[in-house]
């Protein structure tokens, strides 16, 4: 049984950093993709980023690029978003997500497993 625990949320003033880490078991990786989502109040999930795991191929949102970084450490099965220059737009409950297929997506429906998600606050 997959499962996929993140950590690492918390509350950051606007020009700061976090890194999500999203901790994956129960499942050979290899041939997955993982991807970051997010979901602000009142607004639909967005992708956010992936990355192939087999590879390291990235793949990021037009909001992420150049300020966030997704990476992965196969000896800890984890991988983990590095958000800098944070601004209170990022605000959301970011979730880790598992796709068993090799090739990249961007869409939610798109991904097998989730994880419960973990809140990151931008303040002004």
């Known amino acids: 049984q997959v499962q996929l625990v993140e950590s690492g949320g918390g509350l950051v003033q606007a020009g700061g950093s976090l890194r999500l880490s999203c901790a994956a078991s129960?499942?050979?990786?290899?041939?997955?993709?993982m991807g970051w989502f997010r979901q602000a109040p009142g607004k639909e999930r967005e992708f956010v980023a992936a990355?192939?795991?087999?590879?390291?191929?990235?793949y990021y949102a037009d909001s992420a690029k150049g300020r966030f970084t997704i990476s992965r450490d196969n000896a800890k099965n984890t991988v983990y978003l590095q958000m800098n220059s944070l601004k209170p737009e990022d605000t959301a409950v970011y979730s880790c997500?598992?796709?068993?297929?090799?090739?990249?997506?961007?869409?939610?429906?798109?991904?097998?497993?989730w994880g419960q998600g973990t809140q990151v606050t931008v303040s002004s």
């Open positions: 990355i192939r795991w087999s590879g390291g191929s990235t």
């Open positions: 997500a598992a796709r068993s297929d090799s090739l990249p997506a961007r869409k939610e429906y798109e991904y097998d497993y």
């Open positions: 129960g499942r050979t990786f290899s041939n997955y993709v």
